[in-house]
């Protein structure tokens, strides 16, 4: 599944400071095979060069939920 700029996705890197949280899609960037890679922006951060395979889509509601359960 390709995804697009402003997408919310979760990444699932086990070398990444941000393994398991959701982030938005700033930047989308073809290599040199033809693959795309992503820069994913977290509420503290970016991580730069991110492969597809290490992503999936995210729950619409998860950011609204993670702020509800917050919030109480």
Known sequence: MAFQKGD????HDK???YDGE???VTQVAETM????NYT???EDGK????PEDSLEAADEGSDEDEADAEAE
Do not use: A, K, T, Y
């Open 8 to 11: 919310s996705v979760v990444l």
């Open 15 to 17: 070398h990444s400071d």
């Open 22 to 24: 959701v982030g938005e």
């Open 33 to 36: 095979f033809g693959d795309e």
């Open 40 to 42: 994913i922006s977290f």
């Open 47 to 50: 991580e730069h060069g991110v």
